[in-house]
């Protein structure tokens, strides 16, 4: 499967990304001995309210970027209803266009549970892309919950797409969206309030605490009628090099690989608390104490948590 | 100050909260103390895209649950900017009707980085104020993100508040809403779309697996003019006499204390490992390791877990 991935195979790259997905047993290995690879691609995160046609937004940077001969690859990350476990990929129909071309690489990430886990598994994802040889990784998000906020900020650049009707503007403050955007795009910008909405954008950002020198671009666009996609795709290249400018990008890599390696790390270490033994029916036996008001939750976590230190230096 | 809370003092139940919030040392210990007075009070959680109309919809069910003699808490669960560090409570000053109401405690409490504990922290809030007393606990939620959903799941009772332009019903089903809702508001439903957005909100729990018997209602509101707000508020005590009738507070109550305990061992463990001696540096040596592609965050993570477990044998 390596050997396949390492010379551009896409069933080869995607079925390494579902192991990596699947929590396979053999994903870390495979990670690991494509990793060298990595550190090429620019990310770009795409987030917004639901709506504000950040799929469209998507496809037209994707069909610009091919253009400039890039290879792209696009990363739809959507909440995983927690009784269906299915992804809704409805507008991911609308990119067909691009499913017949062979450069660009289309890929949903739904949550399955364990939100925490998804900016991690969307940055091995990522990763893994990257060292696939893609130029550009464009990452959608849904939703404006800090857990896409999360996911939104392991790329390189973010853009933050707005409708002229997203409310008003301290609506999008309280989501955070406006301290992480690089790029604020005002999309379907022929509807009544475009003006009004890109005011109060800029308006927020003088607000803003200054983002070491660089200051963020408001553009309105109609990405449907690809109406200032390309405008759009010159202030992503003009982040990409600020970014490089101030060594930036090394800085973001290792901040990504920090938080990596700390999720990882903490993975293990729940799978071996709670799989120890006896730690289910202890935690079982401590709920009902809870439940019957003999113990608080602090207490009952103290115990479970000096079992597990007797236990592991018990088996040392 | 436990004497006071205990005696009903609002500003000694204000400062344990900020204590719990805090992690303050010796909010363990006080929270332990309370915890055998928790389990009466009926913790509702309000959900839905920014600019629905939450915190009008809380504030009048505040309003109308007073009439009935019960006593309220409102919790707005505000997602904090992560450069600013503070909540924007623009909205909450139109509830000024309630703050010189003695029986009406309202608190807002932000997310201050950590999102995965956002839930379990609103969830000790919720008990501390049910210890305290409250009849109701209303927990309003901007955004409509995984965590938001995760805090609105540590209610009894789940409503979703739309409206008619919310969008077409499959960015709301995409956004995980429509499955954890008991209830459905479309507020503003003096707008136009407002029949169409019932209907589709209507088949889409059609679709939804059967949640052991309790039928989801679909209600319009106008909550500025208090229209619907009487139904409303009745359709909830029918959700809370049928969690009742069905024993479902007790398993309500069983897995919040079991989700507390869990998240209580892991954040415990976490300190502990990050805090080991040497832990940081080998982390810092690995994270350049891994940046110049010598060794993968896999096989880095496995070096830090080798570490700890070595090192905590040796001084055991």
Known sequence: MLTQFKSGDR???ARIISKIENDSSDAAELFSAVYADVGKAHRIGITGPP???KSTIVEKLAIRFRKEGKTVAIIAVDPTSPFSGGAILGDRIRMSSLFCDPDVFIRSMATRGSLGGLATKTKEVCDLLDAFGKDVILIETIGVGQAELDVAQ?????LIVLVPESGDGIQAMKAGLMEIGDIFVVNKSDRDGADRMMGEIEMMLEMRPENKDWHARVIKTVAIEDIGINTLCRYIQEHHAFLEEHDLLTMHREENIRSTIVALVESRYSQALWNETGIQELLQSLI????????????????????????????S
């Open 51 to 53: 709506g504000a046609g």
């Open 288 to 315: 009902a104490e809870v439940l019957s008001g003999r113990k608080s939750p602090t207490f009952a976590s103290q115990e479970i948590w000096e079992h597990w230190l007797n236990h592991h230096q018990q088996h």
């Open 154 to 158: 392991t790329a390189q650049t973010t």
């Open 11 to 13: 069933a080869a790259c």
